[in-house]
Structures are given as C-alpha cells and as structure tokens.
C-alpha cells in the first residue's frame, strides 16, 4: 500500500536512532528498531499498536500474537505481557506506532455515533483483551493524516484533536468495534474484570484474597475466575506475581536496590522464593540479568508498542 509506505518514511523521518520517542502529539509514540532484540516484559495499557515495517511478536501468558505490516493489535486492559521485535534491519527497521486510547474521548465518541452496522455489531471478537486486526485503507489514511501533523507542529494544538478522532472513528466501525465498545459499557463483564486489574494494580504489594478482589469487581467469585483469565489470560494472583516481578525488576534496574531489598518492596517474604520466581520470568537471576541489560540496553525493546 502506498500510504502504509508513507506512514512507514514518516516514522523513520522522525526516529534518528533506535527507541520508543513521545511526540507533540498527546498520547502518540514513535518506535524504530533496527535489529530482532530480546524479549522485554511490560504492562501494556489500552492503546492501538499500527505497524508500519517489520514484525513483532506478543506474549500474554501463553499466547502468541504476532503481527506485521498493515496489521494492527488493539488492548482493552492493562497487561502484564513480553514483546519482541523479530523481524529488524538496519536497511528496513521496525517502524510502528502507539497510540494510548482516551477513553473519554472513546466514551463520548460511543454516545454520539449511530449504531454501528449489524456487520459490527455481531462480528465474533475474541475474549482476550488483545486482539489482532487488519489495517484496511481508511484506518491507514487516518493514521497517516495523524502523523503528517508532526511536520507541521505549529498545527497539532487545533488539528490533533480532530485527527484522533478520525482515527478512534474508523477503529470504532472496524471488526473490533464491539470490544471497543465492552470496553466502555459500565457494567459489561470487560469493564468489570479492568476495575479488578485497577484494584490489583494498586494492591500488588499486599497479599489479598480472590474474595476481596471479586467484591471489587462486584462479580461472585467464580465468575471473576472464569472472566479475569478468559480476558488477561492468567488468574488474579498469577497476574498480581507478575507485577510483581515486573516492578522488582524495575526497582534493581533504575533504584540500585539489591534483589533482597526489591523483593521485599514489592511484597515477597522469602528472597528464594523471589529469586526462583524472578528467573523464571526473565530467564536469569536478578543480578545476571539487570547486568544483561545495562550492558545491552540496545536489544530490549520495550513489550508494548
């Protein structure tokens, strides 16, 4: 396609090097990469991740979506999840961007919008907050008007906000509009599960019970196991133990914290317990790999985008 190459020399012309870059444009982010890099844990928050070149592959839990050129992956909750750039080079580099999702601009947007087309309305979505689309003609020219901005920077104060709006419109009629649309329903069983990730995310530290967190959410107690893991993939407590580790990790890595002293911050009581965990996550003890990655920070992309 020839917008996807224009979106594609857009990105490159605003990325010099390797690396995610935030832009004048509320909530955009650029990434370029010139190289496959190591697998990188992250939280990925609702956002739209477009790729313009190269490949990328996401695991939530076990699940693999991978995903390339004129694709787009949607996510409707905060996940702990590890990204990987696999396909990279220094002449094509992977060029992608990520929009976070405004949600009260989504919301609004739902109220004022006509029903969406039956075709929308009925599509089989998956019940993963991850979701895998591809990019059709519309939401591309969108993107790349949105993009077009950033040579323009004097515009983007009155011209953004419209361009946004294009872009949420077109994901709103695409073939993930009814999850779009869970996503901001009160009381649907997606928004129920995200007031439980909300609580967990402010609770990971302390030891909680599936009760408490159920109580939360305002569902019983088996429908918060059977929905948490149909949408996150993992249960409560298997996604609290990865926040968990995740924030250690990010405790020994820019706090200079020794792995005893992170594992107990982010709620361990036994370092061995913490030190099996950790590994078993990130695939080498706390101090070998926080050394991997101040030594090679180029390899680890970051999980979202």
């Known amino acids: 396609m020839h917008q996807l190459q224009t979106l594609a020399d857009i990105i490159a012309r605003h990325t010099e090097n390797d690396g995610v870059f935030a832009t004048e444009i509320p909530r955009l982010s650029l990434v370029r990469m010139s190289k496959r890099t190591e697998p990188m ?3 990925q928050h609702p956002s739209l991740c477009l790729i313009a070149q190269g490949t990328k592959q996401v695991l ?3 699940e693999v979506f991978e995903y390339g050129p004129a694709r787009h992956l949607i996510a409707s909750a905060d996940l702990p999840i590890t990204g990987q750039v696999i396909e990279a080079s220094p002449q094509e580099p992977y060029l992608s961007i990520k929009l976070d999702l405004d949600l009260s601009v989504l919301g609004a947007m739902m109220i004022e919008m006509p029903p969406a087309p039956e075709a929308f309305t009925t599509a089989k979505t998956c019940g993963k907050a991850i979701c895998l689309s591809r990019t059709d003609p519309q939401l591309l020219e969108a993107a790349v008007r949105l993009l077009r901005l950033l040579d323009t920077p004097e515009d983007i104060p009155f011209l953004a906000p419209l ?3 294009e872009l949420l419109y077109r994901l709103m009629r695409g073939d993930q509009a009814k999850k779009l649309h869970r996503m ?3 009381e649907s069983r997606l928004q129920q599960v995200n007031r439980a990730i909300a609580w967990i995310r402010q609770n990971y530290a302390k030891p909680f019970s599936v009760d408490r967190v159920a109580q939360e959410a305002r569902m019983s107690t088996s ?11 993992m ?3 298997q996604y609290q133990k990865q926040l968990r580790l995740q924030e250690a990790r990010r405790l020994i890595l820019s706090e200079a914290l020794d792995a005893a ?3 107990h911050r982010v709620g ?3 370092p061995s317990q913490f030190s099996r965990e950790y590994r078993r996550l990130f695939g080498a003890p706390p101090i070998q790999d926080v050394s991997r990655l101040k030594t090679e920070p180029a390899s680890f992309a970051p999980a979202s985008a």
Not at 223 to 233: G, Y
């Open 184 to 186: 901001l329903m009160p």
């Open 60 to 62: 939530l839990a076990d």
């Open 261 to 263: 002293s992170a594992a």
């Open 163 to 165: 361009a946004e709006k």
């Open 41 to 43: 844990q992250g939280v």
């Open 268 to 270: 361990y009581d036994s």
């Open 235 to 237: 249960s409560p407590l």
């Open 223 to 233: 429908s918060l196991h059977e929905h948490f893991k149909e949408v996150t993939a």
